[in-house]
């Protein structure tokens, strides 16, 4: 039937995305798909300490200390000698794994060997509903993760490497009790992705000093009593005034564009749906979306259906439902949207070297709308894309009575002391 054949192109794209986030690529019906994270050589089984922590650079069990960091031998990334970079950001030097204490922390079934166990449903409109107690975990989980990604925003200035980033990161997590979930998904090697200028997505923590002008995005994610929450944002290395016209306008439309997707969420509505909304704001702005990464479902696991994809398509990625939770993460470029994979298999770049940007949310739907379960809370800072946008001024919590009501009061405090 024409449904069998159809659905046999669309579920070999979006069940590979499922399994792996913006974590590996999707592309559209019918064209090609390079599975990121499916085809790599086989790896190692990582070595765990005898005393039941996981990671490398100690043998204590507990958090690794940055002293500790310092005097590890440095990895250097995977590359090739001929290989042409599209920009001016290069692999830098990586410290090992670091440490997460067994005994302290809930692992995510990936934690050890690298490999997610649980695969999403076969089927993509096949969506799984929360109860009301799972719901309540994914609450804990987002505020983790909205806490950790504070910290590590305010940490952003010139001089500061990635890899200290990640190191507050990793810290920050376990000090909440939470597992950082992107450490050994799949093998990635950090705690959290950090993406400078033209790195689209999973850029790895290294030494490189972040300089005055960047533009960087800190992904993050913490698997706490048995769910994940997951957020990104956009940080201007040296404030607003360190960043250029263009590179302003990026940030701007890359939050208002967003910002459109998430007011679009409620029940009834079509997930396919999201994508035109990013992509036509966009486009009349000069920009381009990317079109090989995706949103994705979340939950007990890290990435599964839906599938949110942030351009306009037909793929049959079912309808919103009360009980759903879920990404929407699009990454906007300043010139083309084609990327590039460097040798370390992880770190995406645009193709001709433009910059890139995104920001993300985990989201409840509820019978009244939709919550940013990863919301801004009273200690968050307000960015100028927040304070200048006119889709939405202010903060972001969500459409339901609740979320406006919170989301008034805070935006009532922080914009005014800004």
Known sequence: ???????????????????????????????????????????????????????????????TSSSALESDMLIRPKTTSNFQYSGSIRPGLQTPKRIVPSEKI????????????????????????KKPEEIEKMRASGRCAREVLDLAGRAVRPGITTDEIDRIVHEASIERGAYPSPLNYHNFPKSCCTSVNEVICHGIPDDRQLQEGDIVNIDITCYLDGYHGDCSEMFVVGGEDAVDPVGKRLL???????????????????????????????TREGFT???????????????????????????????????HTFTIEPMICENGNNYLMWPDDWTATTKDGGRSAQFEHTLLITPDGVEALTGKIETSP?????????????????????????EGALNSNLLNSN
Not at 107 to 122: E, H, S, T, V, W
Request: hydrophobic share 35%.
């Open 289 to 323: 979306t990317v079109k090989s990464f995706c949103g994705h479902g979340i939950g007990s696991v890290f990435h599964t259906n839906p599938n949110i994809l942030h351009y306009k398509n037909s793929e049959p990625a079912g309808k919103m439902a009360a009980g």
């Open 1 to 63: 039937m024409m449904m069998a054949s159809y659905y046999s192109k669309a579920a070999a794209v979006l069940l590979l995305a499922a399994s792996a986030t913006a974590f590996a690529p999707t592309t559209s019906r019918g064209a090609s798909l390079e599975p990121l994270c499916m085809n790599k050589k086989k790896k190692q089984r990582p070595k765990v300490n005898s005393n039941k922590g996981f990671g490398g650079g100690s043998s204590s069990g507990t958090i």
């Open 252 to 282: 701007q439309t890359t939050y208002d564009c967003w910002v459109k997707a998430l007011n679009f969420v409620k029940p009834g509505n079509d997930y396919k749906d999201i994508g035109a909304i990013i992509e036509d704001h966009v």
């Open 106 to 129: 809930k692992f995510p079934d990936y934690a050890l060997d690298g490999l997610p166990k649980n695969r999403p449903a076969l089927f993509p409109w096949v969506i799984e509903t």
């Open 382 to 406: 307000v960015q100028f894309w927040e304070r200048d946008s006119n889709v939405h001024k202010g903060l972001w919590l969500g459409t339901t009575p609740s979320a406006k009501e919170r």
